[in-house]
């Protein structure tokens, strides 16, 4: 079973709108880590907001804001006032606790900001 | 210098080739990572590296080796490769595998192309 499931592979939105990118995931450890990651075309992969599963409130920083419903098991990744320079593919990981040593990619969502 | 680097950007290699993907982190950090990340398809760890012993080998194929002589380089020894190798290298640091999730949080180089003939 997938782990982390990104169920937008393309998704698009005008300049200075808001948009949300959808993530659920899988884990039965009740102490993990969520992660959003950007990567623009240029390959680097930028991190861009942590949710802990123990964290009370919603992770923000900056534009970038998390919606993090743990019942649901989503933790979608809202960006506020979309600018063109957020053309990129974004991805949703996550680290169980007792995961070994490994941070679990979804398969990405690649977002096009129109002017 | 800040963050993490990768060199060389590119590369073009022959199946009979040894090449070397470099990786260094100017973070402070204690653990690395390679991953490799091919066209549609997720990302792929392949090696962790810990206060420079290696903790996760994700089965990767021996004509991949890899090299951490300190905290803070990481290097990926390439022999005999296959063209469906032909991806992009992507190095990885955090602070270290023993604070938790918060503390995994991974900072990434540029990647290294690598195209197989």
């Known amino acids: 079973a997938q782990k982390i499931t990104q169920t937008q592979p393309g998704m698009f939105v005008q300049e200075k709108e808001a948009v949300t990118l959808d993530c659920t995931y899988d884990?039965?450890?009740?102490?993990?880590?969520l992660f959003w990651y950007k990567q623009p075309s240029s390959g680097e992969m930028i991190f861009l907001i942590y949710?802990?599963?123990?964290?009370?409130q919603n992770a923000t920083e900056g534009r970038y804001s998390l919606n993090f419903q743990k019942a649901r098991k989503s933790a979608n990744l809202v960006i506020s006032a979309s600018q063109l320079g957020d053309s990129a593919m974004y991805f949703c990981?996550?680290?169980?606790?007792?995961?070994?040593?490994?941070?679990?990619f979804g398969a990405g969502t690649r977002l096009f900001v129109k002017a | 210098e800040t963050g993490v680097t990768q060199t060389p950007r590119h590369l073009v290699m022959g199946m009979t080739n040894k090449k070397s993907l470099k990786c260094e982190q100017h973070?402070?950090?204690?653990?690395m990572y390679w991953y490799k990340q091919s066209a549609k398809k997720p990302l792929e760890l392949m090696f962790v590296?810990?206060?420079?012993?290696?903790?996760e080998n994700n089965s990767v194929p021996s004509r991949f080796s890899p090299e951490c002589p300190n905290s803070s380089h990481l290097f990926l020894h390439l022999h005999t490769l296959q063209p469906e190798d032909s991806a992009l290298y992507l190095c990885?640091?955090?602070?270290?595998?023993?604070?938790?999730?918060?503390?995994?949080?991974?900072?990434f180089g540029p990647g290294t192309r690598l195209l197989v003939l």
């Open positions: 590296y810990n206060f420079k012993e290696q903790t």
């Open positions: 973070l402070g950090h204690n653990a």
């Open positions: 949710q802990g599963s123990y964290d009370q």
């Open positions: 884990t039965s450890d009740p102490s993990y880590g």
């Open positions: 990981a996550m680290r169980e606790d007792t995961g070994g040593f490994k941070t679990i």
């Open positions: 990885a640091s955090s602070q270290d595998l023993a604070g938790g999730p918060r503390q995994e949080t991974q900072y």
